[in-house]
């Protein structure tokens, strides 16, 4: 099929977990479409859970840019289980730098003009880990969240206790959101995940964002719950499984090229 025009580009993020059958039959699907797809693979030694490693992620996506791409945010970052959550963690921090020049000891910022646009327009997160402070059999729910976060933070090393603690695997991921998604290691959750909270990642959101989650018989109370953390979200309750998840994936992706309004409708 001739490649569709008019749609931003389709960044997919591919990190070293165990989500590549997934992505697979995913591209397969979008490529039958139309649409364009560029795949991003990320070498576990690139991520150690910082801002900057991110940062470091939205130039190469900047870099993947062709001329015919929008200026004004170009591309819609796809990713599954922890890929999913480093797209999320990619629309934090993406933002627009203001024209300022420097006079002396003065800075002067010129009001509407700007030196780098935001790079994205877009995410659309499958079956991510949803932090350790929200649960889908049972919404928000107090957590140990400073000893998760000690144990996020530890697992980020290279010394003794973080060979322990981050070979382990991370318990109930399934229950977290990572349906179908073989549980990660906690150090290889602490490479993507800066802070085991997702009511703090979510609000920081600057993108459209589709989450594509299997969450069950509560399905209709979880969306909202996710819904209202950042008006930008949307939530779409789909089996992990194809042609099911194909079919949701494929959904979402139209909406975004039906514009910015789109997604939400």
């Not at 990660?184 to 959750?189: A, D, E, F, G, K």
């Amino acid at each position: 099929m001739a490649e569709k025009t008019g749609f931003p580009r389709l960044i997919v993020v591919q990190t070293d977990q165990s989500e590549a059958l997934f992505l697979e039959r995913i591209c397969e699907e979008i490529n039958a479409r139309g649409y364009r797809l560029t795949r991003l693979p990320i070498e576990s030694d690139a991520l150690d859970g910082s801002a900057s490693a991110v940062e470091r992620l939205l130039e190469q996506v900047r870099g993947l840019r062709s001329p015919e791409d929008s200026q004004e945010g170009g591309a819609v970052v796809m990713g599954v289980g922890l890929g999913a959550n480093l797209a999320l963690e990619m629309s934090t921090l993406d933002r627009a730098i203001p024209r300022r020049k420097q006079f002396g000891r003065q800075t002067v910022i010129y009001p509407g003009q700007l030196e780098r646009h935001p790079v994205l327009a877009g995410v659309i997160a499958i079956s991510p880990f949803l932090g350790f402070d929200f649960s889908i059999s049972r919404g928000p729910y107090p957590s140990s969240e400073q000893f998760d976060q000690w144990r996020l933070d530890r697992c980020r090393g290279s010394g003794v206790l973080a060979r322990l603690l981050g070979g382990l695997e991370v318990s109930k991921a399934a229950d977290r959101g990572m349906v179908g998604i073989p549980a990660p290691t906690w150090r290889q959750l602490a490479r993507v995940l800066p802070f085991a909270s997702v009511t703090k990642l979510l609000p920081s959101l600057k993108t459209g964002t589709a989450f594509l989650l299997d969450l069950g018989p509560r399905s209709g109370d979880i969306a909202m719950l996710l819904g209202a953390l950042n008006a930008k979200v949307t939530v779409m309750d789909t089996p992990m499984e194809f042609p099911a998840l194909g079919h949701a994936t494929l959904t979402v992706i139209d909406r975004f090229a039906g514009g910015s309004e789109g997604i939400h409708g």
